[in-house]
């Protein structure tokens, strides 16, 4: 069982990860989509998840796999339904994750009207570090997040560029997922995403929060 770790030593099991789409303005550009009213939501299972030194295998299904590097939320409480003004409340840490996307077999499952979990939810597709404390982070709302490839930049940006905040993606989740210690939610990433290939070696950031290196086998 997959464990998410705090740098004080608390450990909660990995339960659903909650991730969020088209949540940067800028990456909604650089993919031609148009911006969602409502946060667009899909799931990971926990077995996606890797951990620092491990290694993405691309499934042989794909031949275009792309990193997005995401602020990742751990919630320490149990909560349906969770007011805005008390989401942050339920926030045990924060840590950064990949979610990788096999951008051609998502593009032909919607082209079909298909879903595409196995675009987003393939074994290793969710490369997480150990998360600081909540209290640790003054304002996640105002992150540097980066990810390079083989030393260089791929995504530069910063949580400031979310459309959905952090309270109201809590809100809105808990809405629909009564929400569990253990469970992760990514935030959406910024401009930046492109294809990784075997051999590869990835490093997502955010100062004073978490860094994470993986490789691609």
């Not at 791929?154 to 949580?159: A, E, I, K, Y």
């Not at 109201?168 to 990784?196: C, E, K």
Request: contains cysteine; aromatic residues 4%.
């Amino acid at each position: 069982m997959r464990t998410a770790r705090l740098t004080s030593g608390r450990h909660f099991p990995i339960g659903k990860i909650l991730c969020i789409g088209r949540n940067y303005t800028d990456h909604i550009k650089e993919l031609g989509n148009a911006t969602p009213e409502a946060p667009v939501i899909f799931i990971k299972p926990a077995s996606s998840v890797i951990g620092e030194g491990e290694a993405v295998v691309i499934p042989p299904y794909s031949s275009d796999c792309h990193h997005e590097v995401e602020l990742a939320l751990l919630i320490g409480r149990k909560g349906k339904d969770i007011p805005v003004d008390q989401a942050m409340d339920y926030i045990a840490g924060y840590g950064v994750g990949i979610d990788l996307t096999l951008r051609d077999v998502q593009s032909e499952q919607k082209k079909k009207g298909l879903p595409w979990e196995i675009a987003k939810g393939f074994d290793t597709a969710c490369p997480l570090s150990s998360f600081v404390e909540a209290s640790a982070v003054a304002d996640p709302q105002n992150l540097r997040i980066r990810m390079t490839v083989n030393g260089g930049v791929r995504q530069d940006g910063n949580t400031s560029g979310m459309i959905h905040r952090i309270p109201a993606i809590i809100s809105h989740m808990s809405g629909s997922f009564t929400l569990d210690p253990g469970d992760v939610i990514l935030t959406g990433t910024p401009a930046g995403v492109s294809r990784i290939v075997p051999g590869d070696q990835l490093v997502a950031e955010i100062p004073g929060v978490a860094t994470l290196r993986v490789s691609v086998a």
